[in-house]
């Protein structure tokens, strides 16, 4: 019998959790943003839970390239751009639309041959500071861009830095609006958070909203809002068996460095999973997980292939017994990435990003046998 961990990915949630964005963005079209593998799902594993967006936003030549290969006809987005002169070439044959964030990319494009005009996202840096052009070099940007014979349609696009969180979005729609307000264009400012948090406002929501962490089932503003609050599902869930349990007297230790000590008696439950499964390491004692459904804790370090688990909650648990690591339970029960995440002192994204190759993984319906055999 293989080891009993695996990981479950749900493309009916992930379909409804786009369509919880397209709520939020009233008549806007959405990008579900597919980078880093569809957020560690796999592109092709979650594919049908895809088709309900209106584009896919990426930043690799190759996940670009797959969706073609998948026969997705509809608009695909580079977010970063080209990366070197002979990206474009890959734009041209597969229609590819590309954001231009830095004057090196006009460059590259004025010097590139091609029947096809682009299509551009000229990126403004409204404050986030990584990637774009400053108010005081848009336009001048703008200008060599609508020039060029290789580029068609020029539209506009920024990135929030602080939609999840107090300081909010008013100072980078500001300089936004300021500096694009009298340029022609579609325009796209909001990442999941600002959808679920500020597209109320028609600049913000725009013409394309680009719905990231929302749509794999994580609250982009989690501990302020959870899942719940939001409407969405997890689109995957990691879980595994019992493979030994423990009981320990007082004063008895658990694990590597004896981070956690018994205060009474107590039983304990070996979990096959640990941190070269992608169960992030630095959860500490307390971290939540279900055991049959039934919530409880993690006790003392992760291992590389193992942790523990406090069964005191569910004294029925023995070897064999169902963990849920994140995602769907049994008889309904749900563990929020974003509550491992938090207690381990990370974000959604990471975890489901860091899935590690050795899990074996299955595409389900998110209702189907959630208590079915591992
Ligand atoms: C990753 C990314 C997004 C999606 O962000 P989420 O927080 O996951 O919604 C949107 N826009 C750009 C430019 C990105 O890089």
Redesign the pocket.
């Given at each position: 019998m293989p080891r009993p961990i695996e990981a479950l990915l749900h493309p009916d949630a992930l379909a409804s959790n786009l369509q919880v964005a397209r709520r939020h963005a009233g008549d806007a079209r959405l990008w579900a943003?597919i980078?880093a593998n569809a957020?560690g799902h796999g592109i092709e594993r979650i594919w049908p839970g895809l088709l309900g967006a209106d584009g896919l936003?990426m930043?690799d030549l190759d996940e670009a390239q797959r969706v073609r290969n998948l026969g997705w006809r509809g608009p695909v987005l580079l977010?970063e751009g080209c990366f070197e002169p002979r990206d474009l070439e890959l734009c041209s044959r597969l229609n590819l639309w590309h954001v231009v964030h830095h004057e090196t990319q006009i460059d590259w494009l004025a010097a590139h041959k091609t029947h096809q005009p682009h299509r551009v996202f000229l990126k403004m840096n409204s404050g986030m500071n990584r990637l774009g052009f400053t108010g005081a070099h848009l336009r001048s940007a703008w200008t060599r861009l609508n020039a060029l014979p290789q580029v068609d349609e020029i539209s506009l696009?920024t990135?929030f830095s602080d939609a999840d969180g107090p300081r909010g979005i008013a100072h980078q729609v500001a300089a936004f609006h300021a500096a694009t307000h009298d340029l022609p264009g579609e325009r796209s400012l909001s990442?999941?958070?600002a959808i679920l948090r500020h597209a109320e406002a028609a600049d913000v929501r725009a013409d394309w909203v680009?719905?990231?962490?929302?749509s794999y089932g994580s609250a982009?503003d989690f501990p302020e809002h959870d899942i719940a609050h939001w409407g969405l599902a997890p689109a995957m869930t990691l879980r595994s068996r019992l493979i030994s349990t423990q009981t320990l007297q007082p004063g008895d230790t658990v694990g590597y460095g004896s981070r956690f000590r018994a205060e009474h008696p107590m039983r304990i439950g070996i979990v096959a999973c640990g941190y070269a499964d992608g169960y992030p390491r630095h959860a500490p004692t307390g971290t939540p997980v279900l055991v049959d459904g039934v919530r409880t804790t993690t006790v003392g370090r992760v291992s590389m292939d193992m942790l523990a688990v406090d069964l005191t909650p569910v004294p029925l648990a023995e070897v064999g017994s169902e963990v849920t690591l994140w995602g769907n339970g049994p008889d309904g029960s749900v563990l929020p990435i974003d509550e491992v995440a938090h207690a381990a002192g990370t974000i959604g994204?990471e975890l489901m990003c860091a899935l590690a190759l050795r899990v074996p993984v299955r595409v389900v319906d998110s209702a189907q046998d959630m208590s079915g055999s591992a």
């Open positions: 943003v980078k957020y936003a930043l977010l696009v990135h990442n999941s958070a680009r719905s990231g962490i929302l982009p994204y």
